[in-house]
C-alpha cells in the first residue's frame, strides 16, 4: 500500500473540492452550494481514510458500537495502568521475582478459572446485564485497593487479592461482552467489528503501559489504581444506557451445570477444537514468561525503572497494534500452522534477545518483533476456532480458548518466577526460547485445521412424530436408527459411523453405540440417548451442515425398499410411572408440541 499517495489524496481532497460534470462550469461547482462543498470534502477523507484502513471502520457507523467501543478503550487503558502500578507496587514491597510474576497469575486467573461458566452465563442471560455485573465486580476490586492504597495499608496479599477480584470481574464480563458484538453491528461488517475489538486492546496496550510507567514515577502506584477505578465508569454507564433488544428462542435455556457441560462435552468430542485449545495453552506457558517477568527485566537486566517497565510493555504493545492490523495480509498469504511455525521462531528469537540484552534499545525492538508474533498466533488460533465451532455453543468455545490462553500465562508465570528466581531471569528466558522453538515442532504431530467453513449451520429438521403427552424433563430419550447395508459397503459404513458417533456426542449424545443382528447382518442398528426430551430436541438441531452431510452419506447407503427406520423412546426406569391417578407429575414443564411434519 502506498502510504504517502493516500495521504496525497487526502490533501487534495481538503485542499481542492471536486469538479462538476464535465461543463466548464468550474465555480459554479465550487461555489455554489457550500453544503455540496463540504459534502464533497468529507467524501474524498473518507474514501482516502477507506484506502488507508481499507473497510476496517465501516462498524464505526452504527452508533451503539462506536460508544462502547470508545467507552471500552477507557476501560482497557485502565486497565493494563492498573497492571502497571500493581507490577510495580509487588516490586517495591518484595524484591523476590517468584513474587513479582504471582501478579501476573493473580490477574489471570480468574480468566482460567471461571471462563468457562462465564462462557455459559453469556449464552443463558441478557449479555447487557452480565457486562453489567462483571464491570461491577471490578470497580468494586480496584477502588477498595485504591482506598488501601491511599490508606498505606496494601500488602503484597491484600495486593494479590484484589487484584484477583478485579480479574474475577473481568472475566465474568469478557465473554459476554465480545459475544454481545453481534448485536451492535449488521452481520456484514461483524469481522470488522470484532477487528476493531481487538485493536482497542492493541492501542490500550501499546500507549497504556507507559502511560501507567509515567503515572507510577510522578505519583507512585495509588494513583494507577486510582485511574483504573474511574476507567471503568464510561463503559458502566454506556452499557447501562443501552437498549438491547432480545430474541425470543424457540427453546428455552440449558440451565448453568448442563450448558457448562454441553461446552465441555463438545471440545471433548472435537479433535479440532483439541488441537488449537493445547497449543493455545503452550504458547501462553511459554510465551507468556516475556510478561510475567518484565518487572523483573526492566529492573535487573536493563536497570530501569517504573519508566523503563513502562516502555517495555508499550514496546510489546505496539507490536501488537502492527499484528493486529496486519492478521488479514498475513491471512491470505499463510495457513494457521505456518503463522504458528513462523511465530514460534520469531518469538524465540525475542526471547534470545531480551536475555542477552542490556540496553533499551535493543531490548525495545524485540520487544516489539515478539508483540506482533504473539498477537498474530494468538488470533490465528483464535480464527481457526471460531471457524470450526458453531454458533450456538460460540460462547462456550471462546471462554475455553480464554482459559487456555489465560492459564497458560497463569500457571506459567509461577514457574518462570520460580526459575528466574533461582537461577536469574536472563536464564529463565533462554529456557523460554528452547521451548519455544519446540511448540512450534509440534505442528509436525498436532497441525492447526484448515478453514473449511465447518461451523456452518444446517437447517432446521422438523418437529418429530409424537403421541404421547412430554414435558421438557421427560427422559432419558432412547433414539434408536435401523439401517439395511449390504455386505459389500460394510467396511465404508462402519467407517462412516465412527465420524457420526462424534457428530452425535459433542452435540449432546450419551452412550452411543452400533451394532450389528448376528441372525440378519445386512441390519446394523445405531442406538444413542439424551437425558431428557429437551436435551433431545437441542442435540438434534446442533449438527452444522457438515455434520449433516456426513450423516446423510451413512443414511445414503441404506438399502430400500423401505425408508430408514428411526425410533424415539422414552426409557421408563422403576418408579418412574404413576401408579395411580391422583399421583402428582413431578416432571416440570410445560408439554411440548405433540404434532410435527
Given at each position: 500500500?502506498?502510504?504517502?499517495?493516500?495521504?496525497?489524496?487526502?490533501?487534495?481532497?481538503?485542499?481542492r473540492?471536486?469538479?462538476?460534470q464535465?461543463?466548464?462550469?468550474?465555480?459554479?461547482?465550487?461555489?455554489?452550494?457550500?453544503?455540496?462543498?463540504?459534502?464533497?470534502?468529507?467524501g474524498?477523507?473518507?474514501?482516502?481514510?477507506?484506502?488507508?484502513?481499507?473497510?476496517?471502520?465501516?462498524p464505526?457507523?452504527?452508533r451503539?458500537?462506536?460508544r462502547?467501543?470508545?467507552?471500552?478503550?477507557?476501560?482497557?487503558?485502565?486497565?493494563?495502568i492498573?497492571?502497571?502500578g500493581?507490577?510495580?507496587?509487588?516490586?517495591?514491597?518484595?524484591?523476590?521475582?517468584?513474587?513479582?510474576?504471582?501478579?501476573?497469575?493473580?490477574?489471570?486467573?480468574?480468566?482460567?478459572?471461571?471462563?468457562?461458566?462465564?462462557?455459559?452465563?453469556a449464552?443463558?442471560?441478557?449479555?447487557?446485564?452480565?457486562?453489567?455485573?462483571?464491570?461491577?465486580?471490578?470497580?468494586?476490586?480496584?477502588?477498595?485497593?485504591?482506598?488501601?492504597?491511599?490508606?498505606?495499608?496494601?500488602?503484597?496479599e491484600?495486593?494479590?487479592?484484589?487484584?484477583f477480584?478485579?480479574?474475577?470481574?473481568?472475566?465474568?464480563?469478557?465473554?459476554?461482552?465480545?459475544?454481545?458484538?453481534?448485536?451492535?453491528?449488521?452481520?456484514?461488517?461483524?469481522?470488522?467489528?470484532i477487528?476493531?475489538?481487538?485493536?482497542?486492546?492493541?492501542?490500550?496496550?501499546?500507549?497504556?503501559?507507559a502511560?501507567?510507567?509515567?503515572?507510577?514515577?510522578?505519583a507512585?502506584?495509588?494513583?494507577?489504581?486510582?485511574?483504573?477505578?474511574?476507567?471503568?465508569l464510561?463503559?458502566?454507564?454506556?452499557?447501562a444506557?443501552?437498549?438491547?433488544?432480545?430474541?425470543a428462542?424457540?427453546?428455552?435455556?440449558?440451565?448453568?451445570g448442563?450448558?457448562?457441560?454441553?461446552?465441555?462435552?463438545?471440545?471433548?468430542?472435537?479433535?479440532?477444537?483439541?488441537?488449537?485449545?493445547?497449543?493455545?495453552?503452550?504458547?501462553?506457558?511459554?510465551?507468556g514468561?516475556?510478561?510475567?517477568?518484565m518487572?523483573?527485566?526492566?529492573r535487573d537486566?536493563?536497570?530501569?525503572g517504573?519508566?523503563?517497565?513502562?516502555?517495555?510493555?508499550?514496546?510489546?504493545?505496539?507490536?501488537?497494534?502492527?499484528?493486529?492490523?496486519?492478521?488479514?495480509?498475513v491471512?491470505q498469504?499463510?495457513?494457521?500452522?505456518?503463522?504458528?511455525?513462523?511465530?514460534?521462531?520469531?518469538?524465540?528469537?525475542?526471547?534470545?534477545?531480551?536475555?542477552?540484552?542490556?540496553?533499551p534499545?535493543?531490548?525495545?525492538?524485540?520487544?516489539?518483533a515478539?508483540?506482533?508474533?504473539?498477537?498474530?498466533?494468538?488470533?490465528a488460533?483464535?480464527?481457526?476456532?471460531?471457524?470450526?465451532?458453531?454458533?450456538?455453543?460460540?460462547?462456550?468455545?471462546?471462554?475455553?480458548?480464554?482459559?487456555?490462553?489465560?492459564?497458560?500465562?497463569?500457571?506459567g508465570?509461577?514457574?518462570?518466577?520460580?526459575?528466574?528466581?533461582?537461577?536469574?531471569?536472563?536464564?529463565?528466558?533462554?529456557?523460554?526460547?528452547?521451548?519455544?522453538?519446540?511448540?512450534?515442532?509440534?505442528?509436525?504431530?498436532?497441525?492447526?485445521?484448515?478453514?473449511?467453513?465447518?461451523?456452518?449451520?444446517?437447517?432446521e429438521?422438523?418437529?418429530?412424530?409424537v403421541?404421547?403427552?412430554?414435558?421438557?424433563?421427560?427422559?432419558?430419550v432412547?433414539?434408536?436408527?435401523?439401517?439395511?447395508?449390504?455386505?459389500?459397503?460394510?467396511?465404508?459404513?462402519?467407517?462412516?459411523?465412527?465420524?457420526?458417533?462424534k457428530?452425535?456426542?459433542?452435540?449432546?449424545?450419551?452412550?452411543?453405540?452400533?451394532?450389528?443382528d448376528?441372525?440378519?447382518?445386512?441390519?446394523?442398528?445405531?442406538?444413542?440417548?439424551?437425558?431428557t426430551?429437551?436435551?433431545?430436541?437441542?442435540q438434534?438441531?446442533?449438527?452444522?451442515?457438515?455434520?449433516?452431510d456426513?450423516?446423510?452419506?451413512?443414511?445414503?447407503?441404506?438399502?430400500?425398499?423401505?425408508?430408514?427406520?428411526?425410533?424415539?423412546?422414552l426409557?421408563?426406569?422403576?418408579?418412574?410411572?404413576?401408579?395411580?391417578?391422583?399421583?402428582?407429575?413431578?416432571?416440570?414443564?410445560?408439554?411440548?408440541?405433540?404434532?410435527?411434519?
Open positions: 500500500m502506498n502510504r504517502p499517495g493516500v495521504i496525497s489524496n487526502a490533501w487534495q481532497a481538503i485542499l473540492p471536486r469538479m462538476t464535465a461543463d466548464g462550469a468550474t465555480k459554479r461547482g465550487r461555489f455554489a452550494n457550500k453544503g455540496v462543498g463540504v459534502e464533497q470534502t468529507t474524498g477523507i473518507a474514501r482516502s481514510a477507506k484506502k488507508l484502513f481499507g473497510d476496517v471502520l465501516e464505526f457507523g452504527q451503539v458500537f462506536r462502547i467501543w470508545i467507552a471500552s478503550l477507557f476501560s482497557n487503558f485502565g486497565m493494563l492498573g497492571g502497571v500493581a507490577a510495580w507496587a509487588m516490586t517495591e514491597l518484595t524484591g523476590a521475582a517468584d513474587k513479582i510474576a504471582l501478579v501476573q497469575t493473580a490477574s489471570m486467573a480468574p480468566t482460567m478459572i471461571l471462563s468457562l461458566v462465564a462462557g455459559a452465563i449464552d443463558m442471560y441478557d449479555r447487557r446485564k452480565v457486562v453489567l455485573c462483571g464491570l461491577g465486580i471490578a470497580f468494586v476490586g480496584s477502588s477498595c485497593l485504591a482506598a488501601l492504597g491511599l490508606a498505606r495499608l496494601v500488602t503484597p491484600v495486593l494479590l487479592a484484589f487484584t477480584l478485579t480479574g474475577c470481574g473481568m472475566a465474568l464480563m469478557s465473554p459476554a461482552w465480545q459475544s454481545s458484538v453481534s448485536e451492535q453491528v449488521p452481520g456484514e461488517v461483524l469481522p470488522q467489528a477487528a476493531m475489538n481487538g485493536i482497542s486492546f492493541n492501542i490500550a496496550r501499546s500507549f497504556g503501559p502511560i501507567g510507567g509515567a503515572i507510577v514515577a510522578v507512585g502506584a495509588v494513583a494507577a489504581f486510582v485511574a483504573n477505578a474511574l476507567a471503568y464510561p463503559l458502566l454507564l454506556v452499557m444506557f443501552w437498549r438491547r433488544t432480545l430474541e428462542s424457540r427453546l428455552p435455556p440449558e440451565r448453568l448442563r450448558a457448562v457441560e454441553s461446552g465441555f462435552r463438545y471440545v471433548v468430542h472435537s479433535p479440532r477444537m483439541r488441537v488449537i485449545l493445547f497449543r493455545t495453552l503452550l504458547i501462553g506457558l511459554v510465551g514468561a516475556l510478561q510475567s517477568l518487572p523483573v527485566i526492566a537486566l536493563l536497570g530501569g517504573p519508566r523503563t517497565y513502562g516502555m517495555m510493555l508499550g514496546s510489546f504493545g505496539v507490536g501488537a497494534v502492527a499484528g493486529s492490523l496486519n492478521v488479514s495480509a491471512r498469504r499463510l495457513n494457521g500452522e505456518s503463522i504458528a511455525r513462523l511465530g514460534a521462531v520469531i518469538l524465540a528469537s525475542s526471547l534470545l534477545v531480551v536475555a542477552l540484552s542490556r540496553s534499545w535493543l531490548t525495545a525492538p524485540a520487544l516489539v515478539a508483540g506482533c508474533v504473539w498477537t498474530l498466533s494468538v488470533t488460533f483464535n480464527i481457526g476456532l471460531q471457524l470450526s465451532t458453531p454458533r450456538w455453543v460460540a460462547g462456550r468455545a471462546l471462554s475455553l480458548f480464554q482459559t487456555a490462553i489465560a492459564g497458560g500465562i497463569a500457571i508465570a509461577l514457574g518462570w518466577g520460580a526459575v528466574a528466581q533461582r537461577s536469574g531471569v536472563d536464564t529463565a528466558l533462554l529456557i523460554a526460547s528452547l521451548l519455544m522453538l519446540g511448540t512450534g515442532a509440534l505442528g509436525l504431530w498436532l497441525k492447526m485445521p484448515t478453514d473449511d467453513g465447518s461451523n456452518a449451520e444446517a437447517d429438521l422438523a418437529e418429530p412424530e403421541n404421547l403427552a412430554l414435558t421438557h424433563r421427560s427422559g432419558p432412547v433414539v434408536q436408527l435401523e439401517y439395511r447395508i449390504s455386505a459389500a459397503q460394510a467396511r465404508t459404513f462402519y467407517d462412516l459411523m465412527q465420524a457420526v458417533q457428530t452425535r456426542q459433542r452435540n449432546g449424545a450419551y452412550d452411543w453405540s452400533i451394532a450389528r448376528i441372525a440378519d447382518p445386512e441390519l446394523w442398528t445405531e442406538r444413542f440417548t439424551c437425558p426430551w429437551l436435551d433431545y430436541l437441542r438434534r438441531n446442533r449438527a452444522t451442515q457438515v455434520e449433516r456426513i450423516q446423510d452419506r451413512a443414511r445414503a447407503l441404506h438399502l430400500g425398499p423401505e425408508p430408514l427406520r428411526i425410533r424415539r423412546m426409557e421408563r426406569p422403576f418408579g418412574s410411572v404413576r401408579w395411580k391417578d391422583e399421583t402428582p407429575d413431578r416432571g416440570g414443564g410445560g408439554v411440548l408440541p405433540t404434532q410435527g411434519a
